[in-house]
Structure formats: C-alpha cells, structure tokens
C-alpha cells in the first residue's frame, strides 16, 4: 500500500510539472492574447497557486521555484528573481492551507488574486519604475490591468482541473485530509 502511495505521489508531481510546462509553452504564444496590447493571463502563477494550496509548503515551494524559472524565462529577467519570490510565496501558501485554512474556491481565487497582483507589481516596479519609463499610467491601465483581470478570470477553470488530479484515485489525493466537498 506504501509504494502505491509512493507511485501515486509521483504521478501527481510528474502531471503538476507537465501542466506548469504547458502554461509556459501558452504564455509564449500568441494563441491567448486579447485585445490591442496583447494581454495574456499570467497561467504559471495561476498554477503554481493552486499546486501551492493542494499540496504542503515544501512542495509548494519546489513547485515555486520551477514556476519561477518559467517566468524568469518568460520575463527576460536573470533566472532566480522570480523563483526567490515563489518559492517564498509557495511556503507561505502552503503553510497557510495546510495548517490554518481549508482550501475551497474562494480561497484559491483570492491567494491567486495576491499572488498575480505581487507579481505584476513587481515586474511592474522592477521594469517600468525603477528605469523612469514614462507614461506609467498607460502602462498600467493598457497592459496590466487586462493581465490582472484575464488571469483572475482564467483561475477557476485551472483551480477545478488541479482539484480533479489532487482527488482522482489514481494520483493518492487525500480527500479528508485538506479540501472541504465544495
């Protein structure tokens, strides 16, 4: 029954990585922009966020780290940046949902909301602000409001998909053990 558990927990981590590679590989195309400025919704964060309030904070931070590189990636920024942050985010995530909170969808939406909204201020900061970009109102009514919006939007849809594996027979989820029957 042990190695069942074992098997199945690998499973889980080997789907987790393969969907946090197909986020990335959407985030790079051109397949999901809307509108004139090209707003894609930040689908690496969307899916760390809900690997991270599944699963405990150690595997919420491994999974932030490989989020973040995806984004590092994704970003143009030196690999590390991003993965400090969500490994960070991922422990704390994690601590919260496992110790103090069961994960329903309202929970997730919201962590997610504050996990995409850090990230965009952020990258927002980092790359606009502190370089004196000019015309930082356009920037954030344009760009990264609709990605903020796009992304809050899209969260449910990934939320129940990760809830599907978390509790699916073949991947060992522990129905009593975190998420309430919501």
């Given at each position: 029954m042990e190695?069942?558990?074992?098997?199945?927990l690998y499973i889980r981590f080997i789907?987790?990585?393969?969907e946090l590679y197909v986020f990335y590989s959407l985030e790079q195309s051109t397949f999901l922009n809307i509108g004139e400025f090209?707003?894609?919704?930040?689908?690496?964060?969307?899916?760390?966020?809900?690997?991270?309030?599944?699963?405990?904070?150690?595997?919420?931070m491994i999974f932030g780290v490989v989020?973040?590189?995806?984004?590092?990636?994704?970003?143009?920024?030196?690999?590390?940046?991003?993965?400090m942050l969500l490994c960070f985010l991922g422990y704390v995530i994690g601590v919260i949902t496992t110790y103090f909170i069961k994960p329903n969808l309202l929970v997730f939406w919201s962590i997610s909301t504050v996990t995409v909204f850090v990230v965009l201020l952020l990258r927002f900061l980092f790359f606009y602000v502190l370089k004196n970009v000019t015309g930082l109102e356009f920037i954030l009514e344009k760009i990264f409001l609709p990605v903020m919006i796009y992304s809050v939007i899209i969260a449910p849809i990934v939320f129940w998909f990760n809830r599907c594996i978390y509790f699916s027979k073949n991947t060992g989820g522990e129905k009593n053990k975190k998420v309430n029957n919501f």
């Amino acid at each position: 029954m042990e190695s069942f558990k074992d098997k199945s927990l690998y499973i889980r981590f080997i789907i987790y990585f393969f969907e946090l590679y197909v986020f990335y590989s959407l985030e790079q195309s051109t397949f999901l922009n809307i509108g004139e400025f090209a707003a894609k919704p930040l689908l690496v964060v969307i899916g760390f966020s809900t690997i991270a309030v599944f699963e405990n904070e150690f595997v919420g931070m491994i999974f932030g780290v490989v989020s973040g590189i995806f984004l590092d990636m994704i970003f143009g920024v030196p690999i590390g940046l991003c993965a400090m942050l969500l490994c960070f985010l991922g422990y704390v995530i994690g601590v919260i949902t496992t110790y103090f909170i069961k994960p329903n969808l309202l929970v997730f939406w919201s962590i997610s909301t504050v996990t995409v909204f850090v990230v965009l201020l952020l990258r927002f900061l980092f790359f606009y602000v502190l370089k004196n970009v000019t015309g930082l109102e356009f920037i954030l009514e344009k760009i990264f409001l609709p990605v903020m919006i796009y992304s809050v939007i899209i969260a449910p849809i990934v939320f129940w998909f990760n809830r599907c594996i978390y509790f699916s027979k073949n991947t060992g989820g522990e129905k009593n053990k975190k998420v309430n029957n919501f």
